[in-house]
């Protein structure tokens, strides 16, 4: 439960208002790139935090899709790529926002500064934000922050997802490794992100939680990475059906990387695990592969 070296000098480092990621030449060291994202996510939740319970309606516009922006995402990516410029200046960096295209060779950095605005914009609790590095063009960390609940997570490759709980009203800072306890192992447990095409798919989970198939169906919304490290936890299977267009590096790189850290996966509706970038179509993402198989057999069939 409690944080390794690494992260609690990370982490009062930036309750002390000092830098961490200031680092320069050590690109190719894994815990160079830890601490170099530890550190700008720990300061992008303090300015989410800042703006949550603040007056918005000057700070949000709309873009073509409907979709609200804030000042404060543009603002996020400019400190991200400041930084990563001091840190790695060889490094690319693609941005919700500001753009970019994620090299095929060298490192880069993929940022969602918010992840479900209309949760920010609406002080709820399910938006995040999503850092994904990569190399040579695969992903080998990704990080999610809620500001809002203090949670982050990380996963590198070939090291598991740490999930560490920030203090937020002065209790001990916490740590531990995903999955986490699951008190009912056989219970089947669904998270359903809500889209414009998935009446059908709702009908189904929920014909099936009535015939006791299913034991929860939920459709909170929010950020996908928001799910995907609430499907790292270990009792969620999390259902999206990801069909407006192909996935962006910093759209799902992140979350697949907790999940597959916590010894689960992000698969396709036939099994096949899919790409960290690029993707189209529907996925479902959880710990435990029987239950992915049973939410996906129940997609499926709703589909059709």
């Known amino acids: 439960m409690t944080l390794t070296k690494l992260e609690r000098a ?3 480092a930036h309750r002390k208002g000092n830098r961490t990621d200031a680092i320069v030449g050590t690109a190719g060291d894994q815990a160079a790139w830890l601490r170099f994202g530890l550190s700008v996510l720990l300061e992008t939740g303090r300015m989410v935090r800042g703006m949550r319970l603040r007056p918005m309606d000057e700070g949000v516009q709309f873009k073509s899709d409907g979709s609200p922006v804030t000042a404060l995402e ?3 990516e400019a400190f991200v790529r400041e930084r990563l410029t001091e840190f790695c200046p060889e490094a690319g960096f693609v941005g919700e926002e500001s753009g970019g295209a994620l090299p095929l060779r060298g490192f880069a950095v993929a ?3 918010v992840d479900g605005t209309w949760s920010l914009v609406n002080r709820t609790e399910t ?4 850092l994904a590095f990569f190399h040579d063009g695969e992903a080998f960390l990704g990080m999610v922050l809620n500001p809002a609940t203090g949670e982050l997570a990380y996963a590198a490759r070939d090291t598991g997802t740490r999930l560490l709980q920030i203090s937020l009203f002065g209790e001990e800072d916490a740590a531990f490794p995903l999955p986490g306890e699951r008190l009912r192992r056989q219970a089947l447990l669904v998270n359903l992100q809500p889209s414009r095409d998935a009446q059908a798919v709702v009908g189904g989970l929920f014909e099936a939680w009535r015939a ?3 034991n929860m169906v939920k459709l ?3 950020s996908p990475l928001w799910a995907m490290l609430e499907a790292a936890k270990g009792s969620f299977v999390y259902v999206n059906l990801w069909s407006r267009r192909a996935a962006h590096a910093y759209d799902l790189a992140a979350g ?3 999940v597959r850290g916590a ?4 698969t396709d509706l036939a099994g096949k695990p899919i790409e960290t970038t690029d993707h189209r179509g529907p996925f479902v993402a959880g710990i435990d592969q029987e239950a992915r198989r049973k939410v996906a057999a129940i997609v499926r069939k709703s589909l059709d």
């Open 220 to 222: 909170p919304g929010g």
């Open 256 to 258: 697949i990387m907790l």
């Open 74 to 76: 543009r603002r996020i």
């Open 263 to 266: 010894g689960g996966d992000v």
């Open 127 to 130: 938006c995040t934000t999503g």
């Open 10 to 12: 990370c982490v009062d």
């Open 111 to 113: 940022l969602d500064p």
């Open 212 to 214: 006791g198939g299913v």
